[in-house]
């Protein structure tokens, strides 16, 4: 009995340390709609990730579910192991952008990796998005 008890007051499963599906994330950005979700304590979940493999990574870019609203994002900080030069994060915070990769908010509160700099150059230019905004709104770079 004692073993059935004991069971109930810990977490067993092991914790995911990847950026998946329905995994929630904080909003970083002083955007309207993100900080009326963090303050009513539901956060945006992702929905969609815009990769080949699924899984979120420093400066992908993501579909999330926030007020019963689909946005799009920026994964600017991660939880997981990263690569080298890459510094972990105490929270997934995410960046909210409209269509054309202009941010929704005006100012980024948390500093942002300083490679994601240059990881988000080159992708402006493939793909034709401008997240050149993005990184001009932040204030500060780690």
Do not use: W
């Amino acid at each position: 009995m004692f073993s059935n008890l004991a069971s109930r007051f810990f977490h067993t499963t092991s914790t995911s340390s990847q950026l998946i599906k329905l995994t929630r994330l904080r909003v970083v950005d002083n955007s309207e709609i993100g900080k009326q979700a963090m303050l009513e304590g539901k956060p945006p979940r992702i929905i969609h990730i815009y990769n080949k493999s699924g899984v979120g990574y420093l400066g992908n870019k993501v579909l999330v579910a926030i007020k019963g609203e689909k946005k799009k994002g920026v994964i600017v900080g991660c939880k997981k192991h990263q690569i080298p030069r890459a510094p972990k994060f105490d929270s997934n915070n995410v960046v909210l952008i409209d269509d054309s990769g202009t941010p929704l908010g005006n100012r980024i509160h948390v500093p942002i990796p300083l490679m994601l700099r240059t990881m988000l150059k080159e992708r402006s230019y493939k793909k034709g998005t401008d997240y050149t905004k993005l990184l001009a709104i932040a204030t500060r770079f780690v």
